[in-house]
T-cell receptor
């Protein structure tokens, strides 16, 4: 079945450590997105990519980095510069025009220990 | 920045009743979408309404859009316990660089 796979489901980060969240899709979608969700809040855009080897900052890109070397993959690295990384991270994808809505992964819950 | 704002923030109803959620936004849009999120899960796309449409139906869902008031509503008829979830509106805008901006959501509880 086509879809988006995020891994791991739960991730624990120590202070000063970089961690990478995986997002893979087999929907042949051009565009991919990373969102952060805090408790009781909506989704805030971190980074997005419309095509391979190109990505743009969203509203809260500081402390995060991404790459888009393959159409199927859009990993997110949470760096030590992100001072409050504990949150639920969601990856999404869509066709180029977005006219059919986003498909979301099941999310990664990141906790700082 | 979050453009959509849902109202109410939380809604509790009995099974079989209708649930209505509202969404207001600030700038012009290409389309507006509604998503459902079960606790601890990803979002699921429910329905999309374009800016030139006024009403759309999908099963027990009915969405209206009033671009003059910059508002939308989602009606779920004959609610079921399985409808318990958070519901988000998202506005789509921008040409050539498609992005969705999400509101904070309405938490719906359907009591059996």
């Amino acid at each position: 079945d086509g879809g988006i796979t995020q891994s791991p489901k739960y991730l624990f980060r120590k202070e000063g450590q970089n961690v990478t969240l995986s997002c893979e899709q087999n929907l042949n979608h051009d565009a991919m997105y990373w969102y952060r969700q805090d408790p009781g809040q909506g989704l805030r855009l971190i980074y997005y990519s419309q095509i391979v080897n190109d990505f743009q900052k969203g509203d809260i890109a500081e402390g995060y980095s991404v790459s888009r070397e393959k159409k199927e993959s859009f990993p997110l690295t949470v760096t030590s510069a992100q001072k409050n990384p504990t949150a639920f991270y969601l990856c999404a994808s869509t066709t180029g025009t977005g006219e059919y809505g986003y498909t979301f992964g099941s999310g990664t819950r990141l906790t700082v220990v | 920045s979050q453009q959509g704002e849902e109202d109410p923030q939380a809604l509790s109803i009995q099974e079989g009743e209708n649930a209505t959620m509202n969404c207001s936004y600030k700038t012009s849009i290409n389309n507006l979408q509604w998503y459902r999120q079960n606790s601890g899960r990803g979002l699921v796309h429910l329905i999309l309404i374009r800016s030139n449409e006024r009403e759309k139906h999908s099963g027990r869902l009915r969405v209206t859009l009033d671009t003059s008031k910059k508002s939308s509503s989602l009606l779920i008829t004959a609610s079921r316990a399985a409808d318990t979830a958070s519901y988000f509106c998202a506005t789509g805008s921008g040409a050539g660089s498609y992005q969705l901006t999400f509101g904070k959501g309405t938490k719906l509880s359907v009591i059996p």
